[in-house]
């Protein structure tokens, strides 16, 4: 097992780093690395695999499908529904589509993918629905900010909600101000997509940084790992979020098992404080 763990609402232990899939199943030639990819991870204790409906047009759940053949049991799956399908009618043929393409019986947990003008009582009605028939073990939520947050739990079930997936990397922290400390307080994980700052200039930017180039150094590992140490990193006496990078090159897969090995002194993330500081006030939810 995996060294930095957190256990989830259900009671289920996770390792702290899990694997992304957007942007797998769009292109046939990929899929058998892509697969393989999935599986390594898993065979290194990788047991989180995040994706959705929407990756790849149900692409990716096939690709998740695929790496699952034979070893369901050993991940934990979590899926997510279109908010243009979250109403109580749509969620179930939405959820029997991507079940289909996972070929599992059941997805651990099935996140509605941002907010949607479907009134929450319904979509948590579609949740409770498919709970109830087996075909999910739990729901949550994405790209909520923390006043949705704190509407959604106002809602009969709305505390049954196990998660809020958003982005959160070090160049985005804007969650550490009011999200996070809401979750915390409910003991709910928090889940950081693009913990590796997906791509672009801000992803350069991070790397090259010299904060992160010299805690890098210090450790012997790779910008890249301390990031991911850093968004897994105990706060406020709790480790309560869940990074999950997407990896297909081997070699990545093999650095963020690593990474969950990685522990960073209180010197370490004064220094990347200082060079990527925390929020001072409340700042809109960061989506990319
Ligand atoms: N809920 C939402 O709205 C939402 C939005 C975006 C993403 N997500 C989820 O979050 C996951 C992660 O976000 P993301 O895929 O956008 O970005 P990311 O994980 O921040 O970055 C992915 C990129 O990092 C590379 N990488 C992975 N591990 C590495 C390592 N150890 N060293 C160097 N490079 C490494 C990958 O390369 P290779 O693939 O070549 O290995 C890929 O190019 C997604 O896949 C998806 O499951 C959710």
């Given at each position: 097992m995996a060294s930095i763990t957190l256990q989830w609402p259900d009671g289920t232990v996770l390792p702290a780093i899990g694997q992304g899939t957007w942007k797998m199943g769009e292109d046939p030639s990929q899929r058998k690395a892509e697969i393989a990819a999935l599986q390594h991870?898993?065979?290194?204790?990788?047991?989180?695999?995040?994706?959705?409906?929407?990756?790849?047009?149900?692409?990716?759940?096939?690709?998740v499908g695929a790496?699952?053949?034979?070893?369901?049991d050993e991940a934990f799956i979590v899926s997510k529904v279109y908010p243009h399908n979250a109403s109580r009618k749509e969620m179930i043929k939405a959820c029997d589509r991507s079940l289909r393409r996972l070929n599992i019986d059941a997805i651990d947990c099935y996140l509605l993918h941002w907010g949607s003008s479907t009134p929450i009582d319904e979509i948590i009605e579609g949740f409770m629905h498919l709970q109830q028939a087996g075909k999910i073990k739990g729901y949550g939520v994405s790209n909520l900010d923390d006043r949705e947050m704190e509407a959604w739990w106002q809602h009969d079930n709305g505390a049954l909600c196990q998660t809020d997936q958003v982005l959160y990397h070090l160049g985005s922290r804007g969650v550490e101000y009011r999200l996070l400390p809401l979750?915390?307080?409910?003991?709910?994980?928090?889940m950081a997509y693009c913990p590796l700052a997906q791509g672009g200039r801000l992803r350069q930017h991070l790397m090259s940084s010299p904060a992160v180039v010299d805690v890098a150094q210090r450790h012997g590992v790779t910008p890249q790992q301390i990031l991911l140490a850093w968004v897994i990193r105990e706060q406020h006496g709790q480790r309560?979020?869940?990074?999950?990078?997407?990896?297909?090159?081997?070699?990545?897969?093999?650095?963020?098992?690593?990474?969950?090995?990685?522990?960073?002194?209180?010197?370490d993330t004064a220094l990347l404080d200082q060079a990527w500081p925390a929020p001072a006030r409340r700042q809109p939810l960061d989506v990319e």
């Open positions: 991870g898993l065979d290194r204790g990788l047991t989180l695999i995040d994706t959705a409906e929407m990756y790849g047009e149900g692409g990716a759940e096939e690709v790496a699952l053949e034979g070893r369901r979750l915390r307080e409910r003991r709910l994980p928090m309560s979020v869940i990074a999950i990078p997407k990896a297909v090159h081997p070699d990545h897969i093999d650095d963020n098992v690593a990474a969950l090995d990685i522990t960073l002194p209180p010197e």
